[in-house]
């Protein structure tokens, strides 16, 4: 049976790694991709998922087998469009055919047998959808379950074997092989199988009792009270001695066919390229836009596909002379690496030949470190990288394009622009500070409304919908495309899905950046 008795409170305290191995799955299904839609999210935990995609326009199913899970996602996710219910896995209710998108992560190795969850994940997807997996213990069947086996013998040591009778270890080995047939067996294609992945967070002992107390040990801790710790150490402590330490987590993203081809980029591991980059040459395009040639010292060239690509540059952590990019495949960093910053830019230009791209930063002042960075930066500087993620796909049947954002959103706007089919009308709506900001939109051809917000901060005022709203467009499919401050481009995203009635799969809207919540946004 799925454990039903784990506690919010410890549980989010502990595994925020868990939270952010999520969200990276789900970048690189591309979910980011789908303008909204229907989102299950299967043994949801505190919410924190939900949360995130509900603001991103997702109405989301959520569900747990712990009501203490569930209550905390419910108040985690008041006022949003969440549904949160408790479900055990093992009797998954959910509606055939109705999801864009379904989520479970570090969930199914609970399951006694899995069957019954995975097929009833499957068949929820529509047609296009996608499934996003992750587990533990997902090795080859082959391969056996020593770590169990390893945990059974602690247990029925002398101390334990009385106390722990009525509790057995509820975890599970589901093989990746037998998970995938079971998704081809109702109709999904495998995109991408990532085995051993990790999850960011500490792995000295200390914190790991700590983490196994709230899941794997969380039965057994409440029913040895204060002798938790010394049992949770004997295991641990079997467990290394045994080398049997690898949880050998996996990753699945499938994907229910539509008739269509899904696009090449979407679903690949990232990242497929890492290592330093060179500053070549620096030039401004503006006053608030500055523009760095660099020249990639990574062991392989970036797998551009898309315009507008997304590549995440690192600086050093604090002490550090040079950032440490990460491994190839996985975004998992030596454990000398430190606390590096890393943010997210828009590949503008990738010559492969040269082994050259092309960024634009926004120079924010001091008011961001990597802008600062930009500011100071000379040719000679060198900083990490992992590439690249999609964020934008071209649409072969639309008829026109609509481009939208503040100056977060420029670079996409201007490489997308300028791969746009010649005689295709192409709309483009930028808000920037003054008309001083304009030379950073060069592509041909596009007929631009400019918005000037002077002085005030960006994202504080509805400018680019109002100006969207004002539009009028072509008759015929079109693809649009949106960036900037996370809540204006959610307001962005209802009008043109609800108001305008356009369909899920001609949107993609992103949110770039966001105000402090607690911030009045709008003037």
Request: glycine residues 8%; contains cysteine; hydrophobic residues 40%.
């Amino acid at each position: 049976m799925q454990d039903t008795t784990w506690k919010a409170e410890t549980y989010v305290a502990e595994n925020s790694g868990q939270t952010q191995s999520a969200m990276e799955a789900l970048a690189l299904a591309a979910a980011h991709l789908h303008a909204g839609g229907r989102f299950a999210d299967v043994g949801c935990g505190t919410g924190e998922i939900a949360a995130a995609m509900a603001e991103r326009q997702f109405d989301v199913t959520a569900s747990d087998a712990s009501p203490s899970m569930v209550a905390a996602t419910q108040a985690r996710c008041a006022g949003l469009k969440v549904s949160a219910e408790v479900q055990d896995a093992h009797r998954l209710d959910l509606p055939r055919e109705s999801f864009d998108v379904v989520h479970s992560s570090w969930m199914l190795h609970w399951l006694s047998d899995p069957e019954h969850a995975v097929r009833t994940m499957a068949r929820a997807l529509r047609p296009g959808g996608q499934l996003v997996l992750q587990w533990s213990f997902g090795q080859p069947a082959a391969d056996g379950f020593p770590m169990r086996e390893v945990l059974e013998g602690v247990v029925g040591r002398p101390a334990w074997r009385q106390r722990l009778a009525a509790t057995p270890l509820a975890m599970f080995h589901h093989p990746a092989e037998v998970v995938c047939a079971l998704l081809r067996a109702e109709g999904l294609d495998i995109e991408l199988l990532q085995p051993d992945v990790d999850v960011p967070g500490p792995k000295d002992p200390r914190s790991l009792r700590r983490v196994t107390r709230t899941t794997a040990f969380s039965t057994q801790a409440d029913v040895l009270g204060q002798d938790a710790d010394a049992f949770i150490d004997e295991a641990l402590r079997a467990l290394f001695e045994a080398g049997q330490t690898n949880v050998h987590n996996t990753r699945v993203i499938a994907r229910r066919p539509d008739g269509t081809p899904a696009p090449a980029a979407r679903s690949r591991a990232f990242p497929l390229s890492a290592g330093l980059l060179r500053v070549g040459r620096i030039e401004d395009l503006t006053p608030l836009m500055r523009r760095f040639v660099f020249t990639v010292e990574g062991p392989a060239g970036l797998p551009v596909e898309e315009p507008g690509e997304i590549i995440t540059l690192i600086w050093p952590a604090p002490g550090a002379s040079e950032a440490v990019p990460p491994e190839i495949g996985r975004w998992r960093f030596p454990d000398h690496a430190g606390r590096q910053l890393t943010r997210n830019y828009t590949v503008r230009a990738y010559d492969p030949d040269r082994r050259l791209v092309t960024i634009d930063f926004f120079l924010h002042g001091d008011h961001g470190p990597a802008s600062h960075w930009a500011c100071d930066a000379v040719p000679g500087d060198r900083i990490g990288y992992g590439g690249t993620r999609v964020h934008w796909v071209s649409d072969p049947a639309a008829e026109w394009t609509l481009l939208a954002g503040d100056e977060t959103a420029l670079p996409a706007i201007d490489a997308i622009a300028e791969t746009r089919p010649a005689g295709q009308p192409v709309f483009a709506v930028v808000e920037v500070r003054d008309a001083a900001e304009r030379p950073a939109l060069a592509a041909p051809g596009v007929q631009v409304t400019w918005l000037y917000r002077g002085d005030r901060p960006p994202g504080r005022s509805n400018a680019v919908e109002d100006a969207v709203r004002a539009l009028v467009l072509p008759a015929g499919r079109g693809q649009i495309w949106a960036a900037g401050e996370s809540l204006s481009i959610q307001s962005l995203r209802r009008h043109l899905l609800e108001e305008r009635g356009l369909a899920r799969d001609q949107v993609s809207a992103l949110g770039y950046w966001n105000h402090p919540r607690s911030a009045t946004r709008r003037d």
